[in-house]
């Protein structure tokens, strides 16, 4: 098939033929140009039946992207990401629909394996041999591994904030790895005025074309994948909310774009909303859009430790996505550093999904957007998750994250060593205490097992409605209990009374989680029987937790 392809200004919608050196609009000046395709050539019923034959992967929408010769393309096995149902995180969050987007399983460990994929492989179509890219530390790998692989050489510029691991990878690959003890927006400027200097092919970054069209590609997949998920394969769906961790929005404005172009081919009826998450140290667009003006204000000084995350200056890609927000919904939001490495922890012990700082910002993002009530219950809500936890800092594990026996020779277990292995085995588990959970939702119900024992030394037993929950109360006097209101049979009200009428077990803490709204009555007569009430969304807080783990020791 022939591709008739196009360049179509952002801002006076001028077109031009595709050319990758292009720079910008020539009629206003504009940097950020769009690939248009020429839909009458491609049949969607055709399409869609075409497609079921293709293989996974980002080319399978390949009439879409902008290479024109497939021998051109460098392929890894990049995008085709699995799209995981959350199914306990979602019960703990009260979410009926949650979908994780896990980019982590490309061949870097990020989304900007796509951005690779389609920028290298246009560079060899343009006949490019050598490239100067800018990044904070995921861009310069995926494209380091790219470049490997087509032969061209890559320089390579972080700013001094990117981890060691980040920048050892990128040499690995070959790259040639530049620090710049100064903040990214400097990194680029000295990234730009090198390539110029040298005559050598500048990345442009959000402002390539290829970036963008690649990035459309995960919002092609989710909605062929929701499609699956939610449809039974009749048709594509569109979910309410994309939520990304934003640095200089190329995730979320391909995103946007991709959801365009597939509601003009017809294939979707709706646009999703954009949740654009940044940290708090830099977050230039949160700021903005809480002034409400469309023009933000660059950070000089970013305060966070979150490398990928830290674009101080996001120029014409704020407008776009203000712009986008104005049109379609969604907003701007924030969270901390500290919130984010918490995220991290939930995240992992409850779906088993390791990530990095800048996904656990998104994920914070979400448990806000969740207590705030700007996401309702009933919302298909998909999280874009990339970049793996490699390596995990300190930050995020904290100091209790092992348990050691020393039976070395200093520990004289030699000469008694069955007694100095069961005695060390007594000491670990002298600290357990134990506590039961009564919650009739079995997802939820593990996942609070799950953050009660990556807290502490813990044994925690379940049970899944108040009768049984009492026998165990009864059976392993537990140094707290914990219950669900809402259960059927005996509920969770009647547990707290059976407790305190028993002299056994009226001594015992009792915390009650809930989703129910409380009448002021309610909550005046739980507060007087139970040591601590909480709320289901604010139970996913650690600091909830590990208040609860603290008050056993
Ligand atoms: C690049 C990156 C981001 C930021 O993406 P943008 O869309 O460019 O703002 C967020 N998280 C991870 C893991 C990334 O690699
Ligand atoms: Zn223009």
Redesign the pocket.
């Known amino acids: 098939m022939n591709k008739a392809i196009t360049l179509e200004c952002t801002n006076c919608r001028t077109r031009v033929p595709l050319d990758r050196r292009v720079a910008g609009c020539p009629a206003c000046g504009e940097v950020m140009l769009e690939a248009r395709y020429d839909l009458d050539q491609i049949n969607v019923e055709e399409w869609l039946k075409t497609l079921r034959g293709r293989r996974e992967g980002l080319w399978r929408y390949k009439e879409v992207l902008p290479i024109y010769n497939p021998d051109n393309i460098i392929s890894m096995g990049e995008g085709g990401t699995p799209l995981l149902r959350s199914r306990a995180l979602a019960s703990m969050l009260g979410l009926k629909n949650l979908y994780i987007k896990d980019e982590r399983q490309g061949p870097t460990a990020?989304?900007?394996d796509r951005q690779a994929a389609v920028a290298v492989s246009a560079l060899k179509e343009i006949g490019v041999d050598s490239v100067v890219v800018a990044s904070t530390g995921?861009?310069a790998i995926a494209y380091a591994a790219y470049c490997a692989r087509a032969g061209i050489k890559l320089w390579a510029f972080f700013p001094s904030l990117t981890p060691g691991d980040k920048m050892r990878e990128a040499a690995l690959y070959g790259a040639e790895v530049i620090k710049i003890t100064g903040t990214y927006d400097q990194t680029k400027e000295l990234a730009a005025r090198f390539a110029r200097r040298q005559g050598i092919f500048l990345d442009r970054g959000?402002k390539s074309v290829a970036a963008i069209e690649a990035m459309k590609t995960i919002a092609y997949e989710i909605a062929e994948q929701l499609g699956d998920s939610l449809a039974e394969g009749r048709h594509w769906v569109t979910p309410d909310w994309f939520l990304?961790?934003?640095?200089?929005?190329?995730?979320?404005i391909g995103v946007g774009k991709g959801f365009r172009e597939m509601l003009d081919f017809g294939l979707v009826d709706r646009m999703p909303r954009l949740a654009n998450i940044q940290s708090t140290g830099c977050a230039p667009m949160v700021q903005a859009f809480r002034r409400g003006q469309r023009i933000a204000i660059p950070v000089d000084d970013p305060q966070t430790i979150i490398a990928?995350?830290a674009t101080g200056n996001p120029g014409r890609a704020y407008e776009l996505l203000y712009d986008y927000v104005q049109q379609y919904g969604g907003g701007f939001f924030d969270a901390s550093d500290e919130e984010a490495f918490n995220a991290i922890r939930i995240l992992a012990r409850s779906e088993g999904i390791s990530v990095?700082p800048?996904?656990g910002v998104t994920f914070a993002g979400l448990f806000k957007m969740v207590q705030s009530g700007v996401i309702k219950p009933d919302d298909v809500v998909v999280v874009n998750c990339?970049?793996h936890t490699m390596p995990v800092e300190t930050q995020i594990l904290g100091e209790r994250w092992q348990r050691s026996i020393d039976l070395s020779e200093r520990a004289n277990i030699p000469n008694v060593p069955q007694e100095g292995i069961v005695s060390a085995l007594d000491q670990i588990e002298g600290q357990v205490r134990r506590v039961v959970v009564i919650e009739d939702n079995a997802d939820s119900a593990r996942l609070i097992k799950r953050m009660l024992q990556a807290g502490g030394a813990l044994e925690v037993a379940l049970a899944h409605d108040g009768a049984s929950g009492l026998k165990l109360v009864r059976q392993m006097l537990p140094d707290m209990v914990i219950t669900d209101l809402m259960m059927p049979d005996v509920d969770g009200f009647e547990v707290i009374d059976t407790m305190k009428a028993d002299p056994d077990l009226c001594t015992i803490p009792i915390v009650v989680i809930s989703a129910k709204e409380l009448t002021a009555r309610e909550r005046a007569r739980l507060n007087e029987q139970v040591k601590l009430l909480l709320q289901k969304g604010s139970a996913i807080s650690e600091d909830v937790i590990d208040t609860l783990v603290h008050d056993l020791e």
């Open positions: 990020s989304f900007k995921n861009v959000i990304q961790g934003v640095s200089g929005g190329m995730g979320p990928t995350l990095e800048a996904t990339s970049g």
